[in-house]
Antibody, heavy 122, light 106 residues
Framework: QVQLVESGGDVVQPGRSLRLSCAAF????????MHWVRQAPGKGLEWVAV????????YYAASVKGRFTISRDNSKNTLYLQMNSLRGDDTAVYYC???????????????WGQGTLVTVSS | DIQMTQSPSSLSASVGDRVTITCRAS??????LAWYQQRPGKVPKLLIY???ALHSGVPSRFSGSGSGTDFILTISSLQPEDLATYYC?????????FGQGTKVEI
């Protein structure tokens, strides 16, 4: 059974950094590109970033490009999101999401983590 | 980026009603369209992919249709557990984009 477990969410001041983690279980992690999707309080879903199965390709939403870095450690079945220069509009629940198919970088998601809350506030 | 626009933003219906939600893409995305259900306080759940294919375990009262730029999610007979916000998602090209959501109240 697929399980995604995020951690690392916290309350941080604007301009500071935070690293999120997503531990993956129940599937061949190294065969799937993985995504981060966020949801601001009371708002809709916003795609954040994707990394290819081998870590060689990354893509970012314009709103986070240059500030966030997605990475992965296939030996630990773990996905990361390094968030720098955090702003108030980065406040959100951050989900890691697994696409249904391993081959495509952009696909629909059949599994989501429970999310981790990042609050950016002074 | 491809913009996804859902309508209505919210709706209120009764148990047993037929409910339709529309999603429009700003350019042709063929059938690379998924629908998700997010119940209050819960994680999004995949309902429909490839515009009309029902994901495993999803009740048959849910159906999807459309291609190109115009898509519809239909709930044939609304149930109390369908209280949720529904999102469409384009996965034709990067970046994948979501509609703003349609809140269904009962």
């Amino acid at each position: 059974q697929v399980q995604l477990v995020e951690s690392g969410g916290d309350v941080v001041q604007p301009g500071r950094s935070l690293r999120l983690s997503c531990a993956a279980f129940g599937f061949t992690f190294s065969s799937y590109g993985m995504h981060w999707v966020r949801q601001a309080p009371g708002k809709g879903l916003e795609w954040v970033a994707v990394i290819s199965y081998d870590g060689r390709s990354e893509y970012y939403a314009a709103s986070v490009k240059g500030r966030f870095t997605i990475s992965r450690d296939n030996s630990k079945n773990t996905l990361y999101l390094q968030m720098n220069s955090l702003r108030g509009d980065d406040t959100a629940v951050y989900y890691c999401a697994k696409p249904y198919r391993g081959g495509a970088l952009i696909y629909y998601y059949d599994s989501w983590g429970q999310g981790t809350l990042v609050t950016v506030s002074s | 980026d491809i913009q996804m626009t859902q309508s209505p933003s919210s709706l209120s219906a009764s148990v047993g009603d037929r409910v339709t939600i529309t999603c429009r893409a700003s350019q042709d995305i063929s059938n690379y369209l998924a629908w998700y259900q997010q119940r209050p306080g819960k994680v999004p759940k995949l309902l429909i992919y490839a515009a009309s294919a029902l994901h495993s375990g999803v009740p048959s009262r849910f159906s999807g249709s459309g291609s190109g730029t115009d898509f519809i999610l239909t709930i044939s007979s609304l149930q109390p557990e369908d209280l949720a916000t529904y999102y469409c998602q384009n996965y034709n090209t990067a970046p994948p984009t979501f509609g703003q959501g349609t809140k269904v109240e009962i």
